[in-house]
Structures are given as structure tokens and as C-alpha cells.
């Protein structure tokens, strides 16, 4: 079993739409929780922590549920440019920055 | 503040060759990572330094791979000799101090890209 595991997608969404991606991850003593965004042929860029309150970044909210071990983030009002990889990425229990990444979830927004 | 840089950006050489790939990490982090994606895979930590020190290593997929961070500032990642399945985007980040929390954020290079044929 992966230690994180997302619907790899893609998700096809008109612009305009709200899109949610789910994750899961298997170490329950996992600390610290991101969604990174990834575009084709680039560099992982952090969008965005994920705390057990929830938080929101303008059209993105992320929520962490511990007990189900479960990671979210909601995208309202899909823009073309939103189209890209969103990686679930959890930080090993006590490792510096050894981060774990989902193999990601592919999301295109059409006009 | 200049990001984190990485040569080359593409690599392509035959089964059995060398090949070294080099990342400059932004300037003042002490800690530098590699990690790699290989094809229809999802993205692996290979080693974190602490400054010069290798701090883990448990990624390291074999005594195939060798890192380095001389000095403490840019890092070198050898592959000798190259497999096929070394094939992959190798990633650098960097981050400015440790944080067992993970609450310190890692700025990622662009990435090399090694082919092997």
C-alpha cells in the first residue's frame, strides 16, 4: 500500500466549476500536511499547508481529518490557469522536511 | 533571492556512463534535499544534507548513487554507471532550517532530467 495515495485524475472540470481532490495517508504519526501544485515539465510549488482547523487561500480550501487519516482541497470558481498536478504531500513522522508525496491528480479546466 | 538551480536540465547518455548533476541551493540554506520522480511514479526523497553532513540517506536507491555537498553549498549527485532505470527527473530543494515539524517550507529546482539509453 502507498503511503499516500490520491485519484490520479484527470478531473475535467469547466471553468468556472468547483472541483475537490481527496488523499489519504497510512502513518498515523504523520506531522505536517501540503498540497503542492505541479505544472507539466516543472518544479513542485507549495500551494498551500493543511491544519486540522481547515484553512482557506482565496479560492482554495484544504482540510485535514486525523482520525480518517484523510487530506482535501477544494477549488471554487476553476480557472483556466488552475489546470496543473495537485500533489498531496505528508512529512514523515519525525524526518526533516522528508516529505512523501501522492503520485498526484491530474486537473484540466476547459473554457 | 535567487531560486534554487539545477544543470543540467536535461541529461541523455547510454547504459553503463557517468553522469553528475549539480544543484545550487538558495543562498544561506543550510539544508539541501534530492529527491527524484521516475516514470509514472510519484516523487521520492533520496537524501537531505545538513550543511556539509548527510543527515539520511535511506532514500538512496543503491551504491550506484553517490551525493556530495563540499563546503556546504552547492551539492553534486552521481550516477556510476547509469541503469535504465535511473531514468527520471531529479529534483533539488532547499529549505533554511531544519524543523522536525516540517513546518519549513522547501523551494524545489526545476529539476534534471537523466535518460538513459
Known amino acids: 500500500r502507498k503511503e499516500v495515495e490520491q485519484d490520479p485524475g484527470p478531473f475535467n472540470v469547466p471553468e468556472g466549476a468547483t472541483v475537490a481532490f481527496n488523499c489519504t495517508y497510512s502513518?498515523?504519526?504523520?506531522?505536517?500536511f501540503f498540497w503542492y501544485r505541479q505544472d507539466c515539465r516543472k518544479e513542485p510549488k507549495l500551494l498551500m499547508s493543511?491544519?486540522?482547523s481547515g484553512n482557506e487561500d482565496g479560492r482554495f480550501t484544504a482540510q485535514l481529518n486525523r482520525a480518517s487519516q484523510y487530506i482535501s482541497l477544494l477549488i471554487r470558481d476553476s480557472k483556466l490557469s488552475d489546470s496543473a498536478t495537485y500533489l498531496c504531500v505528508v512529512n514523515k513522522a519525525g524526518g526533516y522536511n522528508k516529505l512523501i508525496f501522492g503520485a498526484g491528480t491530474r486537473l484540466a479546466v476547459h473554457p | 533571492e535567487a531560486g534554487v538551480t539545477q544543470f543540467p536540465s536535461h541529461s541523455v547518455i547510454e547504459k553503463g556512463q557517468t553522469v553528475t548533476l549539480r544543484c545550487d541551493p538558495i543562498?544561506?540554506?543550510?539544508?539541501l534535499y534530492w529527491y527524484r520522480r521516475v516514470m509514472g511514479k510519484e516523487i521520492k526523497f533520496l537524501l537531505h544534507f545538513v550543511k556539509e553532513s548527510k543527515q539520511d540517506e535511506s532514500g538512496m536507491p543503491n551504491n550506484r548513487f553517490l551525493a556530495e555537498r563540499t563546503g556546504g553549498t552547492y551539492s553534486t549527485l552521481k550516477v556510476q554507471p547509469a541503469e535504465l532505470e535511473d531514468s527520471g527527473v531529479y529534483f533539488c530543494?532547499?529549505?533554511?532550517?531544519?524543523?522536525?515539524?516540517?513546518?519549513?517550507?522547501?523551494?524545489f529546482g526545476a529539476g534534471s532530467r537523466l535518460t538513459v539509453l
Open positions: 530543494a532547499s529549505s533554511r532550517q531544519g524543523s522536525r515539524s516540517g513546518a519549513n517550507v522547501l523551494t
Open positions: 543562498s544561506g540554506h543550510d539544508n
Open positions: 493543511v491544519y486540522s
Open positions: 502513518n498515523s504519526a504523520s506531522q505536517s
